[in-house]
């Protein structure tokens, strides 16, 4: 059974945000879809947190 998947808004954000992230030397940790919420989680470095939104908006969180 195939639930929900990321927007294709969200996985283009996702890709643009991870190669920024990695341009300034800082490691990708983590990145999941959370189906509850419907949005992409990025964790980088040591506490950088980004929230993706299903229309590709974005924000960094603590």
């Given at each position: 059974?195939?639930?929900p998947?990321?927007?294709?808004d969200?996985y283009?954000?996702?890709?643009?945000?991870?190669?920024?992230?990695?341009?300034y030397?800082?490691?990708?940790?983590?990145?999941?879809?959370?189906?509850?919420?419907?949005?992409?989680?990025?964790?980088?470095?040591?506490?950088?947190?980004?929230?993706?939104?299903?229309?590709?908006?974005?924000?960094?969180?603590?």
């Amino acid at each position: 059974m195939e639930g929900p998947r990321p927007t294709l808004d969200q996985y283009r954000v996702c890709y643009h945000l991870c190669r920024m992230i990695t341009g300034y030397y800082q490691p990708i940790v983590l990145v999941s879809y959370d189906q509850r919420i419907d949005r992409l989680y990025i964790l980088a470095g040591q506490d950088l947190q980004v929230l993706i939104y299903p229309n590709g908006d974005w924000r960094i969180i603590r």
